[in-house]
T-cell receptor, first 111, second 116 residues
Framework: GNSVTQMEGPVTLSEEAFLTINCTYT??????LFWYVQYPGEGLQLLLK?????DKGSNKGFEATYRKETTSFHLEKGSVQVSDSAVYFC??????????FGSGTRLLVRP | GAGVSQSPRYKVAKRGQDVALRCDPI?????LFWYQQALGQGPEFLTY????????KSGLPSDRFFAERPEGSVSTLKIQRTQQEDSAVYLC??????????????FGPGTRLTVL
């Protein structure tokens, strides 16, 4: 079945460091791929998405490229801020409507 | 411009009690979803409504779980005879259109259920 695997956290970085959170997926067909962010006490928010191979999703300085050849959708940011501290979820949606999530990666950014 | 709201935000139940969790989707949204998020895990799909019709309940873990959306807006997730393994955050999401691969789902803050 379809699944998403993302790197385990927590990831601890200093402010202005470079961020990579790895995400790989298993799916039949051509799924849409998403990154969601969950700030403490808040609901999941869509951070970015890509709907076909080689698409790059970007938002708030974060970006991820849909790589079909490596079945990956790694999240990157060039310079993280303390306010980026949150839990990040990679997810896919196949031809249906169900979102399938990874287990989440907690990011902690220290000043 | 209210988002998806859920109530209560926190619920503590004794094992064996029945609970009801409410979701108010964004006004006019056709599609509504329930997900269950266990501690330290990603959300898992429970059920999907298109307007008042429950089109998919394949993710409901047992027949103790029941969801309804009688008028195509507010939805209630009911859990009967709660068990400790039901402890989780229950997330509701809504989507403007009939659900499809590219449509965005907007999530509520969740209800954290703790069963003692």
């Amino acid at each position: 079945g379809n699944s998403v695997t993302q790197m385990e956290g927590p990831v601890t970085l200093s402010e202005e460091a470079f961020l990579t959170i790895n995400c790989t997926y298993t799916a039949t067909g051509y799924p849409s791929l998403f990154w969601y962010v969950q700030y403490p006490g808040e609901g999941l928010q869509l951070l970015l998405k890509a709907t076909k191979a080689d698409d790059k999703g970007s938002n708030k300085g974060f970006e991820a490229t849909y790589r079909k050849e490596t079945t990956s959708f790694h999240l990157e940011k060039g310079s993280v801020q303390v306010s980026d501290s949150a839990v990040y979820f990679c997810a896919l949606k196949d031809s249906s409507y169900k979102l399938i999530f990874g287990s989440g990666t907690r990011l902690l950014v220290r000043p | 411009g209210a988002g998806v709201s859920q109530s209560p935000r926190y619920k503590v139940a004794k094992r064996g009690q029945d609970v009801a969790l409410r979701c108010d989707p964004i006004s006019g949204h056709v599609s509504l979803f329930w997900y269950q998020q266990a501690l330290g895990q990603g959300p898992e799909f429970l059920t999907y409504f298109q307007n008042e019709a429950q089109l998919d309940k394949s993710g409901l873990p047992s027949d103790r779980f029941f969801a309804e959306r009688p008028e195509g807006s507010v939805s209630t997730l009911k859990i009967q005879r709660t068990q400790q393994e039901d402890s989780a955050v229950y997330l509701c999401a809504s989507s403007l259109e009939v659900a499809g691969p590219g449509n965005e789902q907007f999530f509520g803050p969740g209800t954290r259920l703790t069963v003692l």
